[in-house]
């Protein structure tokens, strides 16, 4: 299993000044590895057609609605998997983790990988890798604590990759900021491009919700850790 995971929006609470009202971490999974290199290939081939170079990279933010439309169109019958948190800042309680951009971060990409019912499990996860050698190191450190234990292997492997250099990479970029545009209620597009996409959907926790009212309704699961209690610093 490979798991490619980016996030959209920013971990940071000044909303007042700017930053996201939402924190988005998307994780585009693999069951096949050969289906992976499959959908790279896609990707490179789409890079051709649109005649960038091989070093264009796909970033939702920086792509036309065209490219957008077209990337989205490639990828939508290949084989993988959409699960994906969103942080909705007004949800979030812990000093910590409206504190520290690091720990809410870490946190977020912790709490998408645990609580999957077991559709992640044993996977080479692969990590956007921007921040220094130290955060990198620290969030290794922080997710196979939290992840890893005698009776369930969340994570086989972690790596971060240049995401200029990584296509699948820049996908889970490009679902990411799908999901985050639906977020955004003035923007006239902000369902287009998830319709594209939206049946590799698995599922999308907003997290701290009722999601009666939320594009992306995901069931409550009977028995699971209570949803959104992010007051808990002793979860970090």
Same mark, same amino acid.
């Given at each position: 299993?490979?798991?490619?995971?980016?996030?959209?929006?920013?971990?940071?609470?000044?909303?007042?000044?700017?930053?996201?009202?939402?924190?988005?971490?998307?994780?585009?999974?693999?069951?096949?590895?050969?289906?992976?290199? /499959?959908?790279?290939?896609?990707?490179?081939?789409? /890079?051709?057609?649109?005649?960038?170079?091989?070093?264009?990279?796909?970033?939702?933010?920086?792509?036309?609605?065209?490219?957008?439309?077209?990337?989205?169109?490639?990828? #939508?019958?290949?084989?993988?998997?959409?699960?994906?948190?969103?942080?909705?800042?007004?949800?979030?309680?812990? #000093?910590? =983790?409206?504190?520290?951009?690091?720990?809410?971060?870490?946190?977020?990409? *912790?709490?998408?990988?645990?609580?999957?019912?077991? /559709?992640?499990?044993?996977?080479?996860?692969?990590?956007?890798?921007?921040?220094?050698?130290?955060?990198?190191?620290?969030?290794?450190?922080? =997710?196979?604590?939290?992840? %890893?234990?005698? %009776?369930?292997?969340?994570?086989?492997?972690?790596?971060? *990759?240049?995401?200029? *250099?990584?296509?699948?990479?820049? =996908?889970?970029?490009?679902?990411?900021?799908?999901?985050?545009?639906?977020?955004?209620?003035?923007?006239?597009?902000?369902?287009?491009?998830?319709?594209?996409?939206?049946?590799?959907?698995?599922?999308?926790?907003?997290?701290?919700?009722?999601?009666?009212?939320?594009?992306?309704?995901?069931?409550?699961?009977?028995?699971?850790?209570?949803?959104?209690?992010?007051?808990? %610093?002793?979860?970090?």
């Amino acid at each position: 299993m490979l798991v490619f995971i980016d996030d959209s929006g920013d971990p940071g609470f000044k909303t007042e000044k700017g930053s996201s009202l939402v924190f988005i971490i998307c994780c585009i999974i693999f069951d096949d590895e050969l289906e992976a290199e /499959k959908t790279a290939i896609k990707i490179n081939e789409l /890079k051709r057609r649109l005649k960038k170079s091989d070093n264009f990279e796909f970033k939702f933010n920086k792509c036309s609605k065209k490219i957008r439309t077209e990337f989205l169109k490639v990828v #939508a019958n290949s084989k993988f998997r959409i699960r994906a948190i969103v942080m909705p800042k007004a949800n979030i309680y812990g #000093a910590e =983790l409206k504190n520290s951009k690091e720990s809410f971060y870490n946190f977020s990409i *912790k709490t998408v990988l645990k609580y999957s019912f077991g /559709k992640i499990k044993d996977a080479k996860i692969r990590l956007d890798g921007h921040g220094n050698r130290i955060f990198r190191n620290k969030l290794i450190v922080y =997710l196979r604590k939290h992840l %890893n234990k005698q %009776n369930r292997k969340i994570i086989q492997d972690l790596r971060f *990759k240049n995401s200029k *250099k990584d296509v699948l990479i820049q =996908l889970s970029d490009m679902v990411a900021g799908t999901i985050g545009r639906n977020y955004q209620a003035t923007k006239t597009d902000r369902t287009l491009y998830w319709n594209i996409i939206k049946k590799r959907k698995e599922d999308i926790w907003v997290f701290g919700n009722n999601t009666k009212n939320d594009p992306f309704p995901s069931p409550v699961v009977p028995g699971t850790p209570p949803y959104g209690d992010s007051s808990e %610093n002793g979860s970090l």
